[in-house]
């Protein structure tokens, strides 16, 4: 198996789906007793059949989370450089159709929002751009890494995937983990929500991790866009490529996010919908499923939902977010990539960690422990 494209070739989706949904409570109770759980346990977990059980993997799910990453939960914040992006993609307020103003940070306005970051207590920035390799390309990338490296421990990226060689030019620069999210693992959805742009190309954003994993990066995001597709199935997948990287880039550490589709301009209305009791399932799927992987809530969800779930399994969390290049400091109207549903300061968030008896970090790396 050379990448993982060559296991995922050997599922059939419909037939993936129709194993989920057939499972029973005997599978769940089954998958709930094991110390070990295997891929047909998460598919368990994450079935219909487990949602009476929902208080008994909450406290699976809890009880695990504890012992793996203690009463801390991880602070990070986006700073969003650039919303130019080459591809049409039908969720996204970025997307090329959009008609919108286009703006990409200066090395003056990024330093700008560092100062309100900053000021703000986070150590861990998040880089996020459109996908547009004429404007925010691998040189763009190093300037600003080189930039910001000085005031940040922990710096992490989403921006469109990279070829391996870009991926080792910018590791030297203090890249410390990507998020590359498959949004969907159905081929087909895939290609209807991705009719234009190199993002089209779906085999290469599935092998993306590969080349990370093959790059040395110390941490990859995984996850997909909840609302896409049957939710089950997809997070499945996601497990299934979990699954597949931690055993062949064992060194890599490894994150899930769980992001519900969000409103954005444009619109467009999730073919199916999560509630909150299935996202809080989910959570806890992941966790009972691998108690390794970090799991990271965005402000895409509720202030009461994310109050609720931070016991849960959660591991990374962001607070006062905006998803907009220049939102902090220099253009703070201008468009967002989707709407945010929490809306609490920074502080704010760290109180409500406080006060459910676990600690709010704003660092928890260092660049000298990967010398």
Not at 214 to 229: F, S
């Amino acid at each position: 198996m050379n990448s993982f494209k060559d296991i995922f070739e050997t599922y059939n989706w419909d037939e993936t789906k129709a194993s989920i949904y057939a499972k029973t409570s005997a599978d769940v109770e089954w998958a709930l007793s094991v110390e070990n759980r295997t891929l047909e346990d998460f598919k368990a977990l994450v079935s219909p059949a487990a949602a009476p059980y929902l208080e008994q993997m909450a406290a699976i799910s809890q009880q695990l989370t504890l012992k793996r990453f203690g009463k801390v939960i991880q602070m990070y914040l986006p700073l969003y450089l650039s919303n130019e992006c080459k591809n049409i993609c039908t969720y996204c307020g970025f997307s090329y159709d959009n008609k919108v103003k286009r703006k990409t940070l200066s090395p003056m306005e990024i330093m700008q929002e560092v100062g309100i970051i900053k000021a703000m207590g986070y150590d861990h920035v998040l880089l996020v751009t459109g996908e547009d390799n004429e404007n925010v390309h691998v040189d763009y990338f190093k300037k600003v890494l080189d930039l910001i490296r000085p005031h940040f421990s922990h710096i992490s990226m989403e921006v469109q995937p990279l070829d391996l060689g870009d991926y080792q030019q910018l590791t030297p620069y203090g890249l410390n983990t990507v998020l590359v999210y498959q949004e969907t693992y159905h081929r087909e959805d895939y290609r209807k929500h991705h009719p234009k742009g190199k993002k089209s190309n779906f085999d290469y954003r599935l092998e993306t991790p590969d080349r990370l994993g093959q790059a040395n990066i110390h941490k990859m995001g995984l996850g997909v866009l909840i609302g896409l597709e049957d939710w089950r199935t997809d997070c499945f997948f996601t497990a299934l490529h979990l699954n597949y990287l931690e055993k062949k880039y064992w060194q890599t550490k490894y994150s899930l996010s769980f992001p519900r589709l969000r409103p954005f301009s444009g619109g467009l209305e999730p073919k199916v919908e999560m509630s909150d009791r299935e996202l809080v399932q989910l959570i806890c799927a992941y966790r009972i499923f691998n108690s390794e992987v970090e799991l990271s809530m965005s402000t895409r969800e509720s202030e009461n939902f994310r109050n609720h779930v931070i016991k849960l399994g959660i591991t990374n969390i962001s607070a006062g977010s905006k998803t907009n290049p220049g939102g902090y400091a220099v253009e703070p109207e201008s468009l967002e990539q989707f709407e945010i549903s929490d809306e609490r300061s920074p502080e704010q968030i760290a109180r409500v960690i406080r006060s459910q008896g676990y600690e709010p970090v704003w660092k928890d790396w260092d660049n000298s422990l990967a010398q």
